[in-house]
């Protein structure tokens, strides 16, 4: 299973940006999608998590009402971010939780994989 994010980047503060994650692999389903960020010398923080079957969110309150995050069918999921503060500046990385097919009639692997991350940076 690979995970890739894309759509890091600058941007001013009061700006928007999108981020987007995408998996490949051989999945039978994709149960949670998230977004974590890092700064260097902290501690990584989750700012938003998708579940897949009831499209039930949850933000810290750091970022409520400013990041939103959605997936789709098609194993990809947008973080979109508005009204960015330098205080947002991170690593941003995506987090899947899954199944891919077992070797048998009706197994099924669970599984948990990283992207590379995505850098953002807020000016001010």
């Known amino acids: 299973v690979q995970v890739e994010e894309t759509g890091g980047g600058g941007v001013q503060a009061g700006g928007s940006l999108t981020l987007s994650c995408t998996v490949a692999?051989?999945?039978?389903?994709?149960?949670?999608m998230a977004w974590y960020r890092q700064t260097f010398g902290s501690e990584r923080e989750l700012i938003a998590r998708?579940?897949?079957?009831?499209?039930?969110t949850c933000y810290p309150h750091s970022v409520k009402d400013r990041f939103t995050i959605s997936s789709d069918e098609k194993n990809t999921a947008t973080l979109h971010m508005i009204d960015v503060r330098p205080g947002d500046t991170a690593v941003y990385s995506c987090?899947?939780?899954?199944?891919?097919?077992?070797?048998?009639?009706?197994?099924?692997?669970?599984?948990?994989?990283w992207g590379q991350g995505t850098q953002v940076t807020v000016s001010s």
């Open positions: 998708v579940t897949s079957e009831d499209g039930m």
């Open positions: 987090n899947v939780d899954g199944y891919t097919p077992g070797l048998g009639p009706g197994l099924r692997i669970p599984f948990n994989a």
């Open positions: 692999g051989n999945i039978y389903k994709i149960t949670t």
